[in-house]
């Protein structure tokens, strides 16, 4: 049987996967040698933190920030970086609860920063955090 925490993230990963304009998206990856044309999406699992507990029923309500890391290069680097953040944001506008599995997801603005590669062409990356607020019967379940 598949966890709540693992549902809720899986939903997350094929919701990235579901954007248009070719990105890669990789889940738990290390950073390829590359990054594709489009641009690149790597979804990090995060911390589901410590839940808040209810009784009767016993629920644990978890605040699970997982982290989407954002990467584009080459020229033009301001509107690729926005067309793909903007694409992230729009697929979880779509559905705040990822098909029922979470009371909602709320993503927080990237900080982005442009990382130079001695030669090749200037890489902008971020860490976009997504706030998946959801309840499961049991921490480990």
């Known amino acids: 049987m598949t966890t709540r925490r693992e549902q809720v993230l899986s939903a997350l990963h094929a919701r990235l996967q579901g954007i248009p304009g070719g990105f890669a998206v990789l889940r738990n990856a290390s950073l390829p040698e590359k990054i594709p044309a489009a641009g690149l999406l790597i979804l990090r699992d995060g911390t589901p933190g410590e839940p808040w507990v209810t009784l009767s029923p016993l629920r644990y309500h978890y605040e699970h920030r997982a982290e989407i890391e954002a990467f584009v290069r080459g020229n033009g680097l301001d509107g690729a970086f926005d067309t793909l953040t903007s694409a992230v944001g729009t697929a979880l506008a779509a559905d705040r609860t990822l098909g029922g599995l979470c009371d909602w997801i709320e993503p927080e603005a990237p900080e982005p920063a442009d990382l130079p590669v001695e030669g090749a062409t200037m890489?902008?990356?971020?860490?976009?955090?997504?706030?998946?607020?959801?309840?499961?019967?049991?921490p480990l379940a």
């Open 123 to 138: 890489i902008r990356a971020a860490v976009l955090i997504v706030t998946l607020h959801y309840t499961s019967a049991d």
